[in-house]
């Protein structure tokens, strides 16, 4: 399976090692990408109160520019997630709803991280804390999932095994 089907194709199985490798150079771009963010729409730490409310003026285009960043990652991330599924003999499409959860409770993570501070916080952005918790307890279930358990032995309704290159062919 050459890197282009790896990364946009869902179909087939993706072993155990490959998802790793591809997994963390992923998120290798995703934090090359969050630095690029950070350097072009700084936080504003200034919060002005507005009718008793806390309003930050420049929330609203870093969180434009947080989730345009994302949106170029979001296939790759679902390919290989789908592929590791396959290869433990499931049904992609509960990991890609519990990937999705993920996604969008991380764009929600700085609107919920407001409320912390916020003495005024409205039961919304406590709601939105709650989901960001949620956030945590799918990612590990999502890397405990595909990065740490086997996947089925022999050929599944997906395709055969993985094959096992050496590892200077694990990218072609």
């Known amino acids: 399976m050459t890197l282009r089907e790896k990364l946009f194709s869902f179909r087939g199985r ?14 290798g771009v995703h934090l090359a990408a969050n630095l690029l963010v ?12 507005q009718n008793g409310r806390f309003v930050d003026h ?3 285009p870093r969180w ?19 592929k590791r599924a396959h290869d433990r003999d499931k049904a992609a499409w509960p990991t890609l709803v519990l990937l999705s959860i993920v996604t969008l409770a991380g764009w929600t993570a700085e609107f919920a991280v407001r409320a912390l501070w ?11 804390l ?34 096992s290159p050496d590892p200077a062919e694990s990218f072609s």
């Open 130 to 163: 709650l989901w960001v918790g949620a956030y945590f307890v799918t990612f590990i279930w999502l890397v405990g999932s595909l990065g740490l358990l086997a996947g089925s032995e022999g050929m599944n309704r997906f395709g055969p095994p993985p094959k």
């Open 38 to 49: 950070d350097r072009l729409v700084p936080v504003s730490l200034d919060l002005e109160v």
């Open 64 to 82: 434009i520019w947080t989730s345009l960043k994302d949106i170029p990652l979001l296939w790759p991330y679902a390919a290989i997630a789908a």
């Open 118 to 128: 916020n003495p005024d916080a409205t039961a919304f952005q406590y709601m939105l």
């Open 58 to 60: 420049d929330l609203i």
């Open 14 to 27: 993706l072993g155990r090692r490959d998802w790793w490798f591809l997994a963390a150079a992923l998120l």
